[in-house]
């Protein structure tokens, strides 16, 4: 049982707005270099990517990795301030046509809404600052000549468990799988998201899976990524209402409609041959679909052995809170827990994350479990938890 503290640079860059695909956003750590040094050059490369009417707004600001950026067009001298009133510091004047920029690298974590300022202390615009950034490792990426597991894409519209619910799976199935031997078993929730191959700051779940399968360092293992509950009357595009009451619920509602309705399905379509040892039979999910995997290995550990989650929301929603207290009182479950948890999680209203995981982390720790709780400087998503995958995976598959 160990807990370690990862410190990583974060994982993606974050736009200011929505942008089209043939913009091209500004070299923020070049232009950081270039500022003292060679002030129209940078001018030159913020004007071609947010132009004059962006740089009017006042709220244009990039961040390439950790490096932030922030540009503005003013007649006087600019500061930038967080909204408590610390100074950030001095922009610099790039030229005669009143291009104001800031360029510099900030730590991990660092999260702060600023305002810029005028020569006579007017607010002229304004922003807020998350810096994330985590670099994926080589099992996220797809490798040449690695064999190919398949995606199989289904929607369930006819739940008893939940009525007048649809939602939308899909079915990995490796390509090592050839029948001859029972296979292991991975539910993801919120699945669809998390076997997104191309997605710039997910998971990659389907790659992470070949990898680490023709390495030897996870078994063949069907995955079964599927998507919480929409109602009939929600607009197309919207987030699925029924998630909270599926994935913040005790009980073993949502784990009886995974074995009774969704694996029997997927086993009979597909002629599928799965463990029935549950220390092959793992769950996962991030927040709320967090709580949701170990919601279900706690109600059916004879079915799920293993869980996998990151940012878990074990607060008061709708009795998660009661989970760290439940692990201290309740006989220890034959439970395996790769879990992984953010310094700079929420806090509302509902509870604080960082304080709910580290409640979670030490109960786990008093009543003996098999688990392991990364810890990163980040915040609610899954930004950390996609780059940390591949590791969280081999670990949780080792025994």
Known sequence: ???????????????????????????????EKLIGTNNSLAAEKIRKSWGQKGLETGKQRWIEKTTLLVGILSETPVVIESTDGKKIGNLTQLDEK????????????????????????????????????????????EKEGMPKGKLHAHRWTDS???????????????????????????????GLRHADKKSSGGLRAPI???????????????????????LPNQPEGSKPRNRSVEYDSLGDTYVTFLLEEIIPFVEKT????????????????????????????????DKFG??????????????????????????????????????????????????ANRQMETALEFADYD???????????????AVMLPEMLTWLWAK
Not at 208 to 230: E, S
Not at 315 to 331: C, H, M
């Open 208 to 230: 992470v899976f070949d990898n680490l399968i023709a390495a030897g360092k996870m078994p063949v293992t069907i995955g079964i990524f599927i998507n919480p509950g929409r």
């Open 1 to 31: 049982m160990v807990r370690i503290l990862f410190l990583l640079p974060f994982l993606l860059s974050i736009p200011c707005q929505a942008q089209n695909s043939s913009w091209t956003p500004p070299p923020a750590i070049e232009i």
């Open 371 to 385: 688990y392991r709780y990364w810890w990163g400087p980040g915040f609610h998503g899954s930004r950390h938890a």
């Open 270 to 301: 597909h002629a599928l041959k799965l463990s029935d040892d549950p220390g092959q039979w793992a769950i996962a999910g991030g927040s709320s679909g967090c709580a949701c995997a170990w919601t279900a290995a706690w109600e059916r550990p």
């Open 160 to 190: 008893k468990i939940y009525p007048n619910t649809e939602r939308e799976f899909l079915v990995y199935i490796p390509d090592q799988y050839d029948g001859s031997e029972p296979a292991a078993l991975m539910v993801f929730q919120d």
């Open 306 to 355: 293993k869980v996998l989650g990151w940012v878990g929301t074990f607060v008061d929603i709708r009795g998660a809170n009661a989970y760290p207290s439940l692990v201290r009182k309740t006989e220890r479950k034959p439970i395996r827990a790769a879990l992984l948890g953010e310094e700079n999680d929420l806090d509302n209203r509902f509870g604080n994350w960082p304080l």
């Open 98 to 141: 009143g291009l104001h920029a800031f360029a510099k690298t900030m730590p991990n974590g660092t999260a702060f809404d600023y305002v810029l300022k005028n020569a006579d202390g007017k607010v002229i615009g304004g922003n807020s600052v998350k810096i994330e950034y985590y670099p994926y490792p080589e099992d996220s990426f």
